[in-house]
């Protein structure tokens, strides 16, 4: 049996639990100012520096506990707008409130551009709070304190309304309407709107094109292409979008203004195009897939940027470089460093005068030296469907026989795991594990026709495709056989008790973290079901037929389930409620089979505080280290 290799000292638990970090770093239009969202645990900042003298901020906005920016734009060189965002757990991405606030660069005039909240209201009662949703729509070329905002409005939810904001005093020019809910806008460099996209009530992706002051829709392509408008060019000559044939992988495609001469800029056979790199005027210079690592793609080999982008990713080799914030004569740029074994670095890059600074690092608590190596790897299906794994190797390790563990991503749709650093895969690669994730049908990242291939299918096609990547690691010798695990949270915490069930003899042991275990309960408890669009959803991803809801829950199959289980939950999940933990438990009881518990009275959907999370890492490697882990034997 070969030894669970571990490159010197292990990284203290500690160091993966912590939650502070930098985010989001956007330059000011003159590039006098940097403005970051910065965590510290539950709460988090907007802080704004001045880059002449980085040593002390220029100004803190604290924002409320649990809530952070979801966006921050610059709006003019001294003011800037903020969409705020609510944390609902670490497992889910923060939820955009529809509020959004403005403040100077000083700190001061903080007020409520949209707002459900008396507390900060703007200019003392000139408006009523605002019982509705807001999010940006886009800014003016040229920064001049405006910004474009889409909205709707609890009473009114048959339309979204498009308004033309001063951030300075607060006041709204209406530009357009359109009858569907929640609809995105598409601005043209003129502050005219040109097109709007999104879902209707039925859940289908629509586009409408403003003509001669209305909205007609967009007919279907006979060729079954879809379209999804991105940006306007700063000089109006050109539209991007995102395009897919038949379903597949998305492209990169240009447009004349008109709408004419469909060029094709960037497009990949299995993954859809995810990274773009764009100049200050809005033209894409290079981009990248979704999945596999990440290879640029140049787009323009004339474009002075493109030059650079690519002299930047040959000095840091290992790691993608990612352009996020230009000021606004394009001299000075941030951008983003980041890898499978790098959580991230910003450095500042002064164009004219050729120098690179940096500004801050994610992450900065972890030895980089003793993490694993991520690659991407495809293996074939039992049905004949290619897939994309993502494989961990712990530090120093050779990739035979090593234990492994299976780590099912959340969602299901939409989501998908990637090459970049992923902080559950390194610590257990930390800890001597192998690490599987497979992308199984219903992932995002190869088009919507890759997505909607799992729908219906949570506890069939997607656990099959995640045993099938246990038996091709096998296979491969890449995994021992008799040494497999798996840990999932959320739809993940799902399918790690579903795959045990579907595959009896595969795993010595399944962790469930906020996870999901009863199908039927998710129509009468969640925050899914809030409405008609989460319903829908329901719906569509598992049915309402109460055996086949039956036939795929885990609490209904517990007898099915012959190895050890931990069970992790927050007792004030929204997402999956606490209820989910507890029947699953109730269900393991009354079959008499073995399970560890923990759960957390103030978390959500994933625990936010350190401690806690100190907490769960040491369940979670003392509790697959009894099965698995060094010193065990096979059997």
């Known amino acids: 049996m070969p030894a669970i290799a571990i490159a010197g000292d292990l990284i203290p638990v500690e160091a993966f639990a912590h939650r502070g970090s930098y985010s989001m770093p956007r330059l000011s239009p003159d590039g006098q100012y940097l403005a970051v969202d910065v965590e510290d645990g539950e709460n988090h900042a907007v802080v704004i520096y001045q880059l002449s003298d980085m040593s002390h901020p220029r100004s803190y906005l604290k924002m409320p506990k649990f809530q952070l920016a979801a966006n921050i734009h610059w709006v003019g060189p001294t003011r ?76 009114d939810q048959d339309n979204t309304w498009l308004y033309d904001v001063d951030a300075i005093s607060g006041t709204r020019h209406l530009i357009s309407q359109i009858g569907i809910k929640n609809m ?56 991007y979008a995102f395009s897919s044939t038949k379903g597949g992988p998305a492209a990169l495609v240009q447009f004349n203004a008109d709408g004419t001469n469909r060029q094709v800029l960037a497009k990949d056979d299995f993954g859809s195009i995810g990274f773009v790199q764009w100049t200050p005027e809005r033209k894409p210079f290079a981009a990248t897939t979704v999945t596999g690592v990440p290879s640029p793609i140049v787009i323009d080999g004339n474009e002075h940027l493109a030059a650079l982008y690519m002299a930047l990713s ?38 004219q005068h050729n120098t690179i600074k940096k500004l801050f690092s994610v992450g900065a608590g972890i030895d980089r030296a003793k993490l694993g190596t991520r690659t991407s790897m495809r293996f074939t299906a039992s049905d004949g469907t290619p897939l994309e794994a993502i494989l961990t190797v712990p530090a120093g390790a050779s990739m035979n026989d090593l234990p492994m563990v299976l780590l099912p991503h959340g969602g299901p749709f939409e989501i998908n795991d990637d090459w970049f650093y992923d902080n559950d895969a390194q610590f257990l690669a930390s800890r001597g594990y192998l690490v599987l994730q497979v992308n199984y049908r219903g992932s995002g990242g190869r088009g919507p026709g890759f997505v909607k291939s799992g729908y219906g299918k949570w506890g069939t096609r997607i656990q099959q495709d995640l045993i099938d990547g246990v038996k091709w690691a096998e296979t491969q010798h890449f995994a021992d056989p008799k040494r497999v695990c798996v840990f999932g949270a959320s739809f993940g915490g799902y399918s790690a008790l579903m795959t045990v069930i579907r595959a009896p003899n595969l795993f010595k042991c399944a962790v469930g973290y906020a996870g999901i275990y009863d199908l039927a309960m998710m129509y009468d408890k969640g925050d899914i079901k809030g409405d008609d669009s989460g319903i829908n959803y329901l719906k569509a991803a598992i049915g309402t037929d109460p055996a086949v809801l039956a036939a795929n829950s885990p609490d209904k199959l517990a007898d099915k389930i012959n190895v050890p289980v931990l069970l992790i939950h927050g007792e004030k999940d929204e997402r999956a409620p606490f209820a989910q933990a507890k029947a699953m438990r109730a269900a393991l009881d009354a079959e008499h089979k073995p399970y560890e518990w923990l759960t957390k009275p103030d978390e959500g959907h994933g625990f936010y505080d350190e401690q806690n999370n100190v907490d769960l890492y040491n369940h979670l490697q003392t509790f697959i280290g009894k099965y698995i882990g060094p010193g065990v034997a096979p059997n």
């Open 314 to 351: 040959k000095k840091f080799p290992d790691d993608f470089v990612d352009f996020t914030s230009f000021s606004e004569d394009g001299t000075r740029l941030v951008f983003l460093v980041s890898g499978d074994r790098n959580p991230g670095d910003y450095y500042l890059f002064d164009i």
């Open 184 to 239: 995105d806008f598409v601005m043209g460099p003129d502050g005219t709107p040109r097109y709007a996209w999104g879902y209707d009530k039925t859940q289908n992706f629509v586009v409408f094109k403003q003509i001669n002051g209305g909205w007609a829709a967009m007919p279907k392509s006979p060729d079954d292409v879809s379209f999804q408008p991105s940006r306007f060019t700063a000089d109006g000559q050109h539209l």
């Open 80 to 155: 800037l707008i903020i969409e705020r965002a609510r944390l609902y757990g670490s497992l889910d991405k923060p939820a955009y409130t529809g509020e959004i606030l403005a403040t100077n660069v000083d700190g001061s005039h903080v007020e409520a551009m949209f707002s459900r909240d008396w507390a900060l209201e703007s200019h003392g009662n000139v408006r009523q709070i605002d019982e509705g949703y807001a999010t940006v729509a886009g800014l003016p070329a040229k920064a001049n304190n405006h910004f474009y905002m889409q909205s709707y409005q609890w009473n």
